[in-house]
Structures are given as structure tokens and as C-alpha cells.
Nanobody, 124 residues
Framework: QVQLVESGGGLVQAGGSLRLSCAAS????????MGWFRQAPGKERAFVAG????????YYADSVKGRFTISRDNAKNTMYLQMNSLKPEDTAVYYC?????????????????WGQGTQVTVSS
């Protein structure tokens, strides 16, 4: 069983930056593929970024490439999402997720554990 807790969300102006964190409890954090997803009001949950268990493989949605960076520190059981050059369309609740198996995927249904989410609001 893995419990995930996100933090770091908030209100920021367009062009600003935020860093989200996802702290995981439990053992063998490095054996889980991890991902960040987001859900805006009235929209489906969408993939943002994913990272493999050892951090060697990373995936990004086209909408965030070049602006967001996913990383993880397995010694601290924590995953991060550095978000730069934020835009109003990045406004959403951001969720971290873990899946059994070291690879990350872009599909929400393939993840086994989810955090409660953290709100990110970008004002224009």
C-alpha cells in the first residue's frame, strides 16, 4: 500500500513558477512508476508528466514540454514537478499517482494509487 500526499500548489501570475511535491509512504518507492496528472473543471483528468522508477525515463504532455520538469528523489520517497512559464490554461487540480511496475504510462487507469490533489491557479 502506498499513500501519496501532494503539496506546493497555490495562486501564481502568468509567467510565474511553482514546484509541486508528492511525498510517498511505504517501501520500495523506486519500484513504482510515477506520474503527474491534472484536472480542470468540466474536463477529464489529463496526463502531465511521468517518470520511471529510477528516474531514467521521463515523459511529458506536449502542452508542458519545455516548461515543466518532473524529477524524483528515491532516498526521500518524493517526486517533484517544477512548473515554469505558467499559463492560465495550466489552472487545474494536480494529482500525483503511482503504479506497480517501474515504468510510467500516460493512462490514468493504469495507476494504482493517487494523492488527494493540490490546486494550481494561474491568473492572467
Amino acid at each position: 500500500q502506498v499513500q501519496l500526499v501532494e503539496s506546493g500548489g497555490g495562486l501564481v501570475q502568468a509567467g510565474g513558477s511553482l514546484r509541486l511535491s508528492c511525498a510517498a509512504s511505504g517501501r520500495s518507492f523506486s519500484s513504482y512508476g510515477m506520474g503527474w496528472f491534472r484536472q480542470a473543471p468540466g474536463k477529464e483528468r489529463a496526463f502531465v508528466a511521468g517518470i520511471s522508477g529510477n528516474g531514467g525515463t521521463r515523459y511529458y504532455a506536449d502542452s508542458v514540454k519545455g516548461r515543466f520538469t518532473i524529477s524524483r528523489d528515491n532516498a526521500k520517497n518524493t517526486m517533484y514537478l517544477q512548473m515554469n512559464s505558467l499559463k492560465p490554461e495550466d489552472t487545474a487540480v494536480y494529482y500525483c499517482a503511482a503504479r506497480i511496475g517501474v515504468l510510467a504510462t500516460t493512462t490514468p487507469a493504469s495507476y494504482d494509487y493517487w494523492g488527494q490533489g493540490t490546486q494550481v491557479t494561474v491568473s492572467s
